[in-house]
């Protein structure tokens, strides 16, 4: 009958809970109508549904590599201090966990392609304080517009950084890519144009002067306008 029973939601307690995903064995508890029911038992035996992991000071999820965790499809991981969710990238857990709360941790993006999220899927991000930029904007306000029905929170889900001042928190699904995607100017193209300007300007120039000189020469006059300018001093020379 105990192992029948863990299918539910399995609390997860430790003396050191900074460790908590990385016990092969923790104190697990069973709670079925108000009778409690108490033992130590072995991850490789457990298969579990959910597990929570609140408020453990947990800063990784590398631990989720683990075969222990095969079977997890709910993990409530709120206010810890976890930074990435990269370290999941290939395990079985982001391949068909329904239910993820990472509420309130350190996030400071999401690597979008990690995340599948069909249909009957849910991921909770309020609490962290996203970075606004330009990939954000292009990407990832896309991305949660897209998951409305899978991510429930997305209009609390707050970044910072933005163009107008680095303090300031927005939603996420509010920032602009015309405001955070400025890019600089790209000066190239105009030099090549002041660059070819600058040469038929000059070919123009030795074309007006060798007719000058040919109408000269044949006729024995300066054409106009060459008849009307001031004389230089280095004109002496041609005389």
């Known amino acids: 009958m105990f192992f029948t029973m863990l299918s539910r ?3 997860i307690s430790s003396r050191r809970q900074s460790e908590l995903l990385q ?3 923790l104190l697990v508890t069973f709670r079925e109508d108000q009778d409690l029911r108490t033992t ?3 991850f490789a035996r457990l298969t579990a549904a959910a597990v929570a992991a609140t408020a453990a000071e947990i800063t990784s999820l590398k631990a989720l590599n683990g075969k222990s965790y095969q079977s997890l499809v709910r993990l409530y991981a709120d206010d810890n201090q976890i930074t990435s969710l990269g370290e999941l990238e290939g395990t079985g857990f982001l391949s068909h966990f329904t239910f993820f709360a990472i509420r309130r941790n350190k996030l400071r993006t ?4 990690l995340l599948k999220l069909d249909l009957g899927t849910f991921l909770f991000l309020e609490g962290n304080s996203m970075t606004c930029d330009c990939n954000a904007a292009k990407n990832f306000k896309n991305w949660l517009l897209s998951k409305k029905a899978q991510v429930p929170d997305q209009d609390l ?3 910072e950084g933005t163009a107008s001042s680095s303090s300031h928190q927005v939603k996420m699904v509010q920032i602009l890519e015309s405001k955070l ?3 600089q100017h790209d000066w190239t193209d105009y030099i090549y144009y002041v660059i070819a300007i ?3 300007l000059l070919v123009a120039l030795v074309c007006k002067v060798s007719y000058d000189y040919w109408v000269f020469k044949t006729a024995g006059y300066l054409p106009w306008p060459a008849n009307k300018m001031p004389k230089l001093p280095c004109d002496c020379l041609c005389e």
Do not use: A, D, P
């Not at 999401?110 to 392609?113: A, F, H, L, N, P």
């Open 9 to 11: 939601m399995i609390l």
């Open 110 to 113: 999401i690597q979008t392609y």
């Open 157 to 159: 889900i707050l970044c």
């Open 40 to 42: 130590y038992i072995e």
């Open 23 to 25: 016990h092969n064995s």
């Open 198 to 200: 600058e040469i038929i």
């Open 181 to 183: 995607c400025q890019s």
